[in-house]
């Protein structure tokens, strides 16, 4: 069983910055791509940032420049870093890691969800 941790979310000034962090725990070999993924009220959930193991990244175009997706390997946790928020930023922003269990099955796990309001 793998369990994903977020913390970080809140509510900001447009112009402002949050940090959210993904903590992952339980039964874990290895993780693979770990990414964050955001809803707003009434659109669908749409992939914010991404990252391999190696460090590779990708970005949706509507953050590239404000946004930062980090991970530290040895604590299989992931960050991202928001500059410049502005309020269509506003969503449940979620973690999503891909997981190679120690019975080497590969599993997508999914956080609770945080919620980050940009709004003066």
């Known amino acids: 069983q793998v369990q994903l941790v977020e913390s970080g979310g809140g509510l900001v000034q447009p112009g402002g910055s949050l940090r959210l962090s993904c903590a992952a725990s339980?039964?874990?070999?290895?993780?693979?791509?770990m990414g964050w993924y955001r809803q707003a009220p009434g659109k669908q959930r749409e992939l914010v940032a991404a990252i391999t193991s190696g460090g590779s990244t990708n970005y949706a175009d509507s953050v590239k420049g404000r946004f930062t997706i980090s991970r530290d390997n040895a604590k299989n946790t992931v960050y991202l870093q928001m500059n410049s928020l502005k309020p269509e930023d506003t969503a449940v922003y979620s973690c999503n890691a891909e997981v190679v269990n120690t019975a080497r099955a590969i599993l997508s796990a999914w956080g609770q969800g945080t919620q980050v309001t940009v709004s003066s």
């Open positions: 339980g039964s874990i070999f290895s993780i693979r791509t």
